[in-house]
């Protein structure tokens, strides 16, 4: 039982360093604020909330569309948004 939950900690914390190497941490997480010492989160906390955030993907993505055509101004957030999930979605 300890084997099996070191790899899935390893796991994802080595998907988390991906993330923050591909430059797209900001769309799961909150960066280091200026202020702060240490950092915010962990690569674990970053590597498993971007896997939640991609399986949050299949029940929002209808929504997502609507808004990218009310919201034509804000259209290239949204894109980068669908960017960086089909980035984390390939790393699965």
Do not use: D, P
Request: aromatic fraction near 10%; hydrophobic fraction near 35%.
């Amino acid at each position: 039982m300890v084997l099996l939950i070191a790899i899935a900690y390893t796991a994802t914390t080595i998907q988390g360093q991906e993330i923050k190497r591909k430059g797209i941490q900001e769309y799961v997480s909150r960066v280091k604020e200026s202020g702060r010492v240490e950092r915010r989160h962990s690569s674990f906390y970053v590597g498993l909330y971007g896997q939640t955030w991609v399986n949050f993907k299949e029940s929002c993505i209808e929504l997502v569309n609507e808004l990218m055509k009310l919201n034509r101004n804000k259209m290239k957030y949204y894109q980068r948004g669908k960017r960086a999930m089909e980035l984390i979605e390939s790393m699965l």
